[in-house]
């Protein structure tokens, strides 16, 4: 398969975990599932990162290459990938996560001692 590169961003910020970025909360019989501020701060970096570089929103299926930089302990990758990609989503550079079909993540040590990840974004075909 042949796959075209849309868009590569480096060293972004980890997210939160997502254990920090939903609270429930009981309104009468209903639980409620809200965001919480340091997610609501990730999306928020996320559409400046995407105003700066005047990113359009990727409408096609998507392979993700993630490569994830830690500066320490390993976190669970599974949790910081779902608050990626719906981070993704809520701030525009994908109009939906569920476009992304195909995904490859690298975990590896810092060599700067700075958390970060890189991101490239490829066209699915």
């Known amino acids: 398969m042949e796959y075209t590169s849309l868009l590569v961003l480096k060293d972004l ?9 939903y609270t429930m909360r009981i309104l009468g019989k209903r639980i409620m599932k809200f965001r919480s501020k340091k997610f609501d701060d990730y999306i928020k970096y996320l559409s400046l990162v995407k105003s700066e570089k005047n990113i359009i929103t990727l409408d096609y299926f998507l392979e993700a290459k993630i490569d994830v930089f830690f500066k320490g302990k390993i976190s669970d990758i599974d949790n910081i990938l779902k608050v990626l990609f719906d981070a993704l989503q809520a701030s525009g550079i994908v109009k939906n996560d569920n476009l992304i079909k195909r995904l490859g993540v690298d975990i590896k040590k810092s060599e700067n001692n700075l958390a970060h990840l890189n991101l490239e974004l490829l066209k699915y075909i």
Request: one cysteine or more; charged letters at 10%; glycine letters at 0%.
């Open 13 to 21: 910020d980890i997210p939160p975990s997502l254990n920090h970025c």
